[in-house]
């Protein structure tokens, strides 16, 4: 099977502009989980998605936001950047109570 | 707010020598996951761990999970320089939420 896959790989915005990231899980997998990994925080817990429904939340302001579709590729949104998000965005797919498999993650910077 | 402790963060070791690492919580945990990261990559599973006292093993790697399923360690027998990254425990809550709890993780150089 294919593994996770994350577009684009990189990326570079201005503050104040918005981003959209994309995540194609393994296939058959329904739940996608993102994160933000940064030097100072690690990784950190943003929100997951099954079947098209948020279940889950972490402690990130409402600009960071996420979807699911129907064939399970989900996306995050971040809306008026900031310096501080810049970071590389992972997303990690699973089977129900399975384990998660992380993608190559998009590293974002915010200029 | 369930926490993982890694310790240490920083390990610097020459090629041939053991070392181990440490994650610790005072949680329960349903399951825990240890991943290797290369840099600008995201984590690689390594094993994952579900029931107390199970300990496995991956080549010269070796993987405990504490009675209580609040704690692991990872112990690698004569590390080599391929051995070098960023290694990462994940703990997954009691309720399967998807939610991976990540420890700080330990950067382990290996020096030929």
């Known amino acids: 099977k294919a593994g996770v896959t994350q577009t684009p790989r990189y990326l570079i915005k201005t503050r104040g502009q918005q981003v959209t990231l994309s995540c194609s899980p393994i296939?058959?997998?329904?739940?996608v989980s993102w994160y933000q990994q940064t030097p100072g925080q690690g990784l950190q817990f943003l929100f997951e998605y099954f079947s098209e429904t948020q279940r889950n939340k972490g402690n990130f302001p409402g600009r960071f936001s996420g979807r699911q579709f129907s064939n399970s590729r989900s996306e995050m949104n971040v809306s008026t950047l900031e310096l501080g998000d810049s970071a590389l965005y992972l997303c990690?797919?699973?089977?129900?109570?399975?384990?998660?498999?992380f993608g190559p993650g998009t590293r974002l910077t915010v200029l | 707010t369930q926490l993982l402790e890694q310790s240490p963060q920083f390990l610097s070791i020459q090629e041939g020598e053991n070392l181990t690492v440490y994650c610790n919580s005072s949680?329960?945990?349903?399951?825990l996951q240890w991943y290797r990261q290369e840099p600008g990559e995201g984590p690689v599973l390594l094993v994952t761990?579900?029931?107390?006292?199970e300990v496995k093993k991956l080549k010269r790697l070796t993987f405990q999970f504490g009675d209580a399923r609040k704690d692991s360690s990872l112990h690698i027998t004569a590390a080599q320089p391929g051995d070098t990254g960023l290694y990462l425990c994940a703990g997954d809550g009691l309720s399967n939420t998807g939610k991976l709890i990540f420890g700080q993780g330990t950067t382990l150089q290996v020096k030929p």
């Open positions: 990690a797919s699973r089977e129900p109570a399975d384990t998660q498999y």
């Open positions: 949680s329960v945990f349903s399951s």
């Open positions: 296939s058959g997998h329904r739940s």
């Open positions: 761990v579900v029931t107390g006292g």
